[in-house]
């Protein structure tokens, strides 16, 4: 669920298609996409052997969601300067978002461990690969006990 007023127009990031932005301010801290629905989880491993194409996303551990549609959190895209914290399904905004903001995450925290994505930061040119669920974890948890002070 994304919690604030929200808009899907075209990415500001080159190559990335469709971006979610916000449509009101947001002030740091603030939660903008929570978890709704969540009625199963699945192992990595499942879905790697999986015919079928999905949208996953890692919540804990080695547990992901799977979206068959393309829900419109799905619109949000990477970025190493994210201006969205992943933490646990939550997405807290970085810092004070003014209306019209691009909400991105850095992917590493969705990814499976060691998992590649498919294209490159667009703004270093550096691989996106997934982190261990002990570094996603300990570093989202700082970054966003930081955020809280």
């Avoid at 999905?54 to 799905?74: I, K, N, V």
């Avoid at 970025?79 to 992917?107: C, M, N």
């Avoid at 294209?119 to 691989?127: L, S, V, Y």
Wanted: charged fraction near 20%; aromatic fraction near 12%.
């Amino acid at each position: 669920m994304i919690l604030p007023r929200y808009r899907i127009a075209a990415s500001t990031i080159q190559g990335a298609g469709q971006g979610l932005f916000v449509d009101e301010f947001v002030a740091a801290g603030r939660v903008i996409t929570a978890p709704d629905t969540i009625d199963r989880t699945y192992a990595w491993a499942d879905i790697a052997t999986s015919p079928d194409l999905h949208a996953a996303a890692r919540w804990f551990e080695d547990r992901y969601t799977l979206s068959p549609d393309w829900p419109d959190e799905c619109y949000v895209n990477h970025s190493f300067r994210p201006t969205g914290l992943w933490h646990l399904g939550f997405i807290f905004a970085t810092k004070d978002l003014p209306q019209g903001t691009e909400i991105t995450v850095d992917y590493r925290h969705l990814l499976a461990p060691g998992q590649v994505e498919d294209f490159d930061d667009a703004e270093t040119g550096e691989k996106i690969t997934g982190l261990s669920w002990q570094e996603s974890l300990r570093a989202s948890t700082h970054a966003l006990a930081t955020l809280l002070g």
